[in-house]
């Protein structure tokens, strides 16, 4: 059963989905970062509101999948030579089954802990992992190996790797790499189910970014943004927004003005899509529909922002919302780029990405703090909730069936409001 109708999207967003209260993948069920649910939780404390807290083996940054009973994580030992993905219930937080990939090989990275940074995803039928360089992973909901892609060969690079795996029809879309060496960049869809290449799009650009599948026109696309910085050039002014055909990988449309790293998946709503840049990098928007070099059709570039991008914004009705890495929060007109939250910064850093539910945005912080605002273009912060000192995070907030799942390098918590 889909909601998509109920999201302040003019364009629907096809993805996998399978009923409204499942988190299916990053980014959730319209990989946009919007719920459909209402009367989610507003405040709790590491103790209030807290339905469960389960501690975890090993640090990590993905984000959790929820789907039916069961909640799906991944995480690596520290070096990367063990990458798993667990399976929890989500009733009481205990682990059902667990899965473990060995990876021998010396892999660059920000942080020897930081091997398993994408997401895993779900439609009830079977689990995709992306272990970055030890390789692409379907398992059954009871945790049967069903196939596994380990010749995709090794994603080098200083900052290691993100991009989750997106399903959407007979395929599974992965972005692989980025590679500051020999390696390749490619856009790849394999068959769900035989693990089979589909196609293969070879790229010479970089991205973290994770694969958005959207509807432009009655016709699905894979946008992605792409910054030539795999050779540690972020001033390159070749990066662009691009868009591809699900079915074959071909590219459709071009959009350039992305100049650095690009860390933060992108945003379609409203005819138009949205592309950021990190690091010091551009943002800009462009209206969909056109073929080729579609440049002219972009509605705004903001040639440098006041920080660094890390995390996803999120577009509501006719703005965007965003926060930088400094917790410096923007709302841009979408059609114009203007900032109505100009100069507003929420307390502390944050990698995460916002999710929109009901009216409001939830974002996790990196010192495990959860800000939740208004979405709206007069800023109103609503609630800062932490879970208490020593707790840090790099995750999103994932939503499901009332509950908020948020993932912290120490413990895994569900969040519940008492009825």
Excluded at 125 to 136: D, K, Q
Excluded at 225 to 241: F, I, M, W, Y
Excluded at 268 to 293: E, F, I, P
Excluded at 341 to 367: C, F, I, P, Q
Aim: proline share 4%; with cysteine.
């Amino acid at each position: 059963m889909s909601r998509l109708a109920a999201l302040p999207l003019a364009l629907a967003l096809t993805v996998a989905v399978g009923r409204a209260d499942n988190w299916p993948a990053w980014r959730g069920p319209t990989g946009q970062g919007h719920s459909a649910e209402k009367n989610l939780p507003v405040t709790w404390s590491g103790t209030e509101n807290v339905k469960w807290k389960v501690p975890l083996e090993n640090q990590g940054n993905s984000t959790p999948a929820v789907w039916g009973g069961k909640v799906f994580l991944t995480q690596a030992n520290k070096g990367g030579t063990v990458r798993s993905l667990i399976c929890l219930d989500r009733t009481d937080g205990k682990q059902l089954w667990k899965r473990d990939v060995a990876y021998d090989a010396k892999e660059k990275n920000w942080d020897p802990s930081w091997y398993c940074n994408a997401s895993p995803a779900t439609d009830g039928e079977r689990v995709v992992a992306c272990f970055g360089s030890a390789g692409l992973y379907r398992f059954a909901p009871d945790g049967k190996e069903l196939w596994k892609r380990t010749d995709l060969g090794a994603w080098e690079h200083a900052f290691g790797n993100s991009a989750s795996p997106v399903l959407h029809g007979d395929h599974v879309i992965q972005w692989c790499g980025p590679n500051e060496g020999k390696g390749e960049n490619y856009l790849l869809a394999v068959n769900k189910t035989t693990g089979a290449t589909v196609w293969k799009h070879d790229e010479s650009f970089g991205s973290w970014a994770t694969p958005v599948v959207a509807q432009v026109n009655g016709r699905d696309q894979i946008v992605l943004g792409q910054s030539r910085d795999v050779k540690g050039q972020p001033e390159a002014k070749t990066g662009h927004l691009r868009g591809f055909d699900p079915a074959t990988g071909k590219e459709l449309w071009a959009c350039q003005g992305l100049n650095s790293y690009v860390y933060a998946s992108a945003l379609v709503g409203n005819g138009v899509a949205v592309g950021m840049s990190g690091y010091g990098g551009s943002a800009l928007a462009v209206k969909l529909g056109g073929t080729g070099d579609v440049t002219k059709d972009r509605l705004w570039l903001h040639p440098k922002p006041a920080s660094q991008r890390v995390g996803t914004g999120v577009i509501v009705g006719e703005h965007v919302y965003m926060v930088d890495e400094n917790g410096l929060a923007h709302c841009y007109d979408l059609a114009t780029g203007k900032d109505s939250w100009e100069g507003e910064r929420l307390k502390g850093l944050t990698w995460g990405s916002l999710v929109h539910a009901d009216g409001r945005l939830y974002l996790l912080m990196r010192n495990g703090d959860t800000h939740v605002l208004a979405a709206k273009p007069k800023f109103e912060l609503l609630a800062t909730n932490s879970l208490g000192a020593g707790e840090q995070s790099n995750a999103s907030v994932a939503v499901s069936d009332g509950e908020l799942f948020l993932r912290t390098f120490r413990h895994l918590y569900c969040i519940a409001a008492k009825k």
